[in-house]
């Protein structure tokens, strides 16, 4: 914020009409004045908000140190900024097309503002009552020698946008604290006031909370998290098999490997849906996209044919010519219509009708934003193309899906657990979790007696790739690549410069709580990230998740792995606005069933390199991450009854040299994915664990 004054009023008056606007001629659109009520005396100085008419006027005030308070833009674009200025100084301002908005203070306002805030808080500390306060958690844990604390905190003064709250600590040490929290409020709905985890120099014995309205909370004693320990595995426990990255190519043979390997302990099971493949139609810009052009696709897919197909437009050469099309040794020629001078008069609008209605199994054909109604250039001949960049190695064709089916009763008479991975395709950490997961059950059954009695009991099932075009396509085209490879857009949005955001989201796709239904967190949108497709289950990928399931009611835990972040959620992982409604909550059973088991899984995680993942990260989706309107996580809790949880892996990581949590990111350098999957890995274990003792106790 600037604190750069003008000096006096007659000084700034003449600074304002000669330095500032020297032979520069009034603004055309300048404003009329100030509007009424707006208005500052001649000699009375003010704060003024003012709408300017460019930066140009921007720059010169600030270039002749004018006392600019705050500048910025509004929602629809207008320059604001608030200055301090005399009267005469607004109304020089207003003759060159400043228009004057709102007076925000005036010099003489100061007195009088403080003897009313004086009164103010008098009659406060009368008759306003303090809020209150409620420690909704408080938690402490070690990572790297490092303790951590974080709290969340409610007031009742949920209507008040500006309550602080401050959360004071003692130490086991002695030492004392404090640290700041922060409002979060959810589809406009308060929650609760958090901070990030503190570090604190020892565990943590006391919290205690105060709000900037007098309240206090009742000082608690902050809790061990997560308060649970796996078993130790015994010496000589076989683990870390995952060597790089893996495609679905090299998924694919991973999972041939183990059922080779271990043909007594594991089937594979081929989807019933296949998907797309890798796969894109052929498309070619006939013409320049800067100044008129149409776009022509192919109907198949590029490999089917169309890469390499030629377009081109011609002068047919002489007068009163009709437009015509042909294709003739994979080349689509068109000649254009000429006058009876023999000038081309084809329109791009023409020439995509034409394409698509003379060759409509072969092309379609649309006009590029920008080029409607004019007038055809002579173009080509371009080539078509699928735009497509992985190598001869990766398939282009339908792709199976497969799952692992791992125990030593793999015929449904024991409890199941699923779990699957790489819904989003960018998300390349994700498989080496399930794939870890998987081995480390087949390589230690016959060496360890809890292995083989977690494989005595359990039936595994796991889906190292859900979305493997999508993966292909992160890995050779686009990493960023969240979607599958669908294509639902029509007309101009299937231009191929919108290629890297087509797809569905996998995990928008599902038939509870989706955006089809009115809930939050999907999209119709073909370009979005969370776009969900043009129904339910309208993609493979989903079909294939459901499918499983529903073929094996013996499954009654799931776990949906997902990157980044460090979170550990359960449903209802949706809500509708307004009022932030989400689908219904568990039972209070089923409740302290999911919070127990979580506790558990997040203990084994931190077993290997003390990873935590945060208490205020570990709950319901729609709760402490975000409405994901059509999940999968919703679909097999509330249509099959199964306890289904999501890891995002990658946790934040406390950076000591900076003070700062950093991010992992969706393709973090391989050594923190190989971290990743090692923790996780042990995740799922306990989670096979967890679905064992469920069903000893049934």
Known sequence: MSTRRWGTAAAAVTLLCSALFAGAAPDASAAPGAPPGVKVAAGETALVRLQLPGTDMLDRLAANDADIAAQGRTPDGKLVADLVLTGAELDALVARGAKPIQVIQREGDAAARYAQSRQAAAKSATVAAADTLQFLSAYWWVTDGQTFLETRVATTAVTDPNVEITVGWQAADGTTGSFPLQRFEDAGEYQYHIALPQPVPAKPVRVTATSSLGGTARPVTPAAWPGATPPQPPAGYQEDFIDAYMSPVDIKARVARLARQYPDLVDVIDLPHKTQGYRRTATAYLGDPATAAVVVESVKFGDQGPNGWQVRAIDPGKPNRPAQATFRDRVLTVSLATDASGAIVSTTDQVAALVGARFPQRFTAFVEDGSAGKVMPVAGPTRMTDGLDAPAGVPHKPWTVQALRIGVHRDGSRIGMLTYSQEHAREWATPLVTLEFAERMLANYATDSETRSLLENVEIFVIPTVNPDGANYSFNDAPFQRKNMSNHCTGALRDPRFADSWGVDVNRNYTVGSVFDGYVGGSTNCLSGTYAGTGELSEAESGNVIALAAAHPNIRFAMNVHSYGGYFMWPPGAYAVPGRITLPRPSIEESTMFQASAKRIVGAIASGRSTVTWPSRTGPVADVLYSAAG????????????????????????????????????????????????????????????????????
């Open 631 to 698: 999940n999968s996580a919703d679909e097999l809790y509330y249509e099959q009854g199964i306890f289904a949880w999501d890891f995002e892996i990658g946790n934040d990581r406390w950076n000591p040299a900076t003070g700062e949590w950093e991010g992992a990111g969706f393709i973090p350098p391989y050594a923190e994915a190989h971290a990743e999957s090692q923790e996780y890995a042990d995740g799922l274990t306990e989670l096979v664990r967890v679905a064992r003792d469920f069903a000893e106790q049934q």
